[in-house]
């Protein structure tokens, strides 16, 4: 049998809008919080570094510091920095955490009990927290937020994420997360999202052990469970809604979905286009030797590229790893060790496999067989895509489905969504505090109006 925790959180004054006085929180399944220790972790030089420690944190009081180096997780050596963060992320809320770090040359011994991670508090809307058997011994914890106070069958919104991992929970800090939280609130849709296997409680491979063919298939899984188990989804109007990277799994997810009977009435992506993941790739490697002035000079592109455009063929078309390909020339070695987020057995944090899965991937392909209104969101300024790759999408959809598919270009933008006054500065992330989440779910409101018409 399984137990519900219900938790109500009341907000008043100028955190709720009008109608969103309360949101509740419902904990089912047998997937176990995970732990809030209060810190955070990246990888530098091989080692796990702290990032950043939270004020009036568990690891606060115990002593962590940023700058410190986890050598050590429960009396266990971190011989592998990623092995070591996926271990840190499966910690157990109301466990103890034992740390060894070293800070200036000295290793000392931390401990610290870590509180279980609250469950999100989404203005206006009321989450369900469950788990799904995905099967090949991963189990996912799925998301689903529906208005406060709405009764009856809802139009739905299945979310893929970015390629970076992390939770997909609401954070009332990203403001990319409180417009999508005010999108589906006033939209009156239910929002489901999937905990990747290496995400928040689920359990299956680590981030930099994922690939590619197994994230979709857990999406198509989880995604199909929710619809069937919930009957206050409707599985006759349901939108998808993919994110950078994400924009190539939407597809692929939507189609599977479609094909299973599930009727997809939109689909709306930013920050990923249409063309080959090959291309994609290289399109990655222009925009790092173009925009980096001061590193590059405009006379050694061409050489450059065309070394880069070997190594990618033999990584992604040969399906070599990297480490191999190095070993060709002194030539290969030079590129690999340049290629932007290539790093020892993982690429932009995921393994070799989940790009080479990509590249074999038909995504235009897939756009053309979908029987769904279709949105592609660009930000001017993205550091990584293409405007030609995102126009793609709608100039094919719309061929054979004339006026179906639309293309909204936004001024400015980077990649996500943040203004700047040259793509050299966006390059470069320069800070900058102008958004524009808003103009990406005015343009998504109006596809979702049309389709429910």
Sequence with gaps: MRHAIV????????????????????????LPRRAAPGFATDVADGAVKVVRVDKGSPAEAAGLRVDDRIAAIDGAAVSNALDGRDRLRRTLGGA?????VV??????????????????????????????DVGGGARLRTITAMPAGERGRLPVLLFTQ??????????PQSPWRRAVADFVRTQGLAFVRVERASDGDSEGPACHKLDYDTEVRHY???????????PRLDPSRVFVLGSSLGSTTAPLVALALQERGRRVLGIAVQGGGAVTYFERMMGFERFYLERRPEAVQPHEIHDQMIKRIHFLHEYLIAGR??????RDSAEMAAVRADIRGLGAGEHYGRPYAWHQQAAKRNILGAW??????VLIVFGEFDQFETAHGHALIANMVNRLRPGTARFVEIKSADHDLVSHRTAEEAYADAPSTIRNDKAFFDAFAQTVGQALR
Excluded at 104 to 123: F, K, Q, S, T, V
Excluded at 162 to 171: K, L, T
């Design 96 to 100: 103890m955490l034992r740390l060894g």
């Design 368 to 373: 053309a067989s979908l029987k769904a209104r």
């Design 162 to 171: 970015w390629v970076s991992c992390g939770s997909i929970e609401h954070n």
């Design 321 to 326: 790893s990297p480490d191999t390909i190095a």
């Design 7 to 30: 938790i109500l959180v009341f907000m008043i004054g100028l955190t709720a809008s009008a109608g969103a006085a309360h949101a509740a929180a419902t904990l089912a399944g047998d």
């Design 220 to 230: 198509i899984a989880a995604f199909d469970a929710v619809l069937s188990a919930n």
């Design 103 to 132: 800070r200036g040359g000295a290793r000392l011994d931390i401990a610290l009990a870590a509180p279980a991670r609250p469950l999100e508090d989404m203005p206006g809307m009321d989450s369900f927290y469950d788990a799904v």
